[in-house]
């Protein structure tokens, strides 16, 4: 098969190491890529939202699978342009039609989804900028702490949440004044649920699933969950307290209405879906939906996939994906993420990266970088993954930390708690 993977980040560096390990792969392309795809594929410079570039270049390599990465090409409707064309109609791409998207789209979109499915939630309800009365009037009768949420995609910065009544009646007015542009044309007003936090992902032809191993990421950029909130500083996996009593519950719960709902309201999606849970007294709620794999979560995810991943590609692309099977590794992965100095706020790009020898039990991820001057820099605020198997969490965690003293850039930072609060 010849592919083609769409995206820059550590999320895309995972899935061009799994893919590459398939006996099915003929030829892979990853655009952009970053310095880490560049050893395993060939990069080439396209833009993602230039869908008549990507759809040219598919036609001309003669590529068999498109994977989306990214949340964005989906949400903007990469997969109907495929459809669309003759020429391109045949080539599956991994990931939702635009419709299939809105699940992460739109809160709105999911909150009235899971509603209508009877999927389980927090209370919710959401206000367009012409209602902001009424939203300061709804807000009143809500307890603290207030969550509230962009409808659209906002690059991670569209949840607020305040104790301060007077704090989230001022958000909420900045955000349905047009504080996130369009993302907060409509604002999500949520109950706030008290638990601790993962995520589960599928595999789905929108018929059939498959679960892929679970995860726990850590969004904050600051020890013991304090500071800004970030892209995530890192991730492990399998998750403690999910078991299988909790796990059955998810997959009867959620995923089963999840995907029946989408065949009900006759949306077709092929590719990942990723439930963002929280467990609250040992009962899973839906945080939100992504329609794509999560990210440092991906690190430590497909390093526990051991079934060849085109397998299951194979499968969306000829409607057998009910006969493929997945088989999980048993052992933990822990990866840790190295940021540059400054981030989520401002920070510099361009700073030289030595890697030395990690050990066997370590996979580098990059997440930022590309090559210049044949020389490894840091392009991004989230720079490298490191991620390492153990036999448990601990020593999965002792062998990242380990490894991470062998990446070096200047400014770099990292969490030295990833994975302490389940431990």
Known sequence: MKILLL????REHALAWKISQSSQLEKLYVAPGNAGTAE????????LNDFKAVGDFTIQQDIDLVVVGPEQPLVDGIHDYFQSQPTLSNVTVIGPT???????GSKDFAKSFMKRHRIPTAKSASFRTDQLVDALTFLENQK??????????????????ESDLAKAKKALTNMLNGQFGEASGT???EEFLTGIELSVFIITDGKNYKILPEAKDYKRIGEQDTGLNTGGMGAISPVPFANREFMDKVENQIIIPTVKGLKKDGIIYSGFIFFGLIA??????VIEYNCRLGDPETEVVLPRLKSDILELFDGIATDTLSERDVEIDLRTASTVMMVAGGYPEKYEKGKEISIENTDEKTTVFHAGTIIKNNKVVSNGGRVIAITSYGKNLETALKTSYKNVEKVTFDGAYYRKDIGKDVL
């Open 280 to 285: 609250v007294k040992g009962d899973p709620y």
């Open 187 to 189: 604002v999500v007003i």
């Open 40 to 47: 395993l594929a060939e990069n080439i410079s396209l833009d």
């Open 98 to 104: 635009k419709e299939g998207a809105q699940i992460e």
């Open 7 to 10: 995206g820059s980040g550590g």
């Open 144 to 161: 603290a702490p207030y969550v509230l949420k962009a409808d659209g995609l906002a690059a991670g910065k569209g949840v607020i949440i």
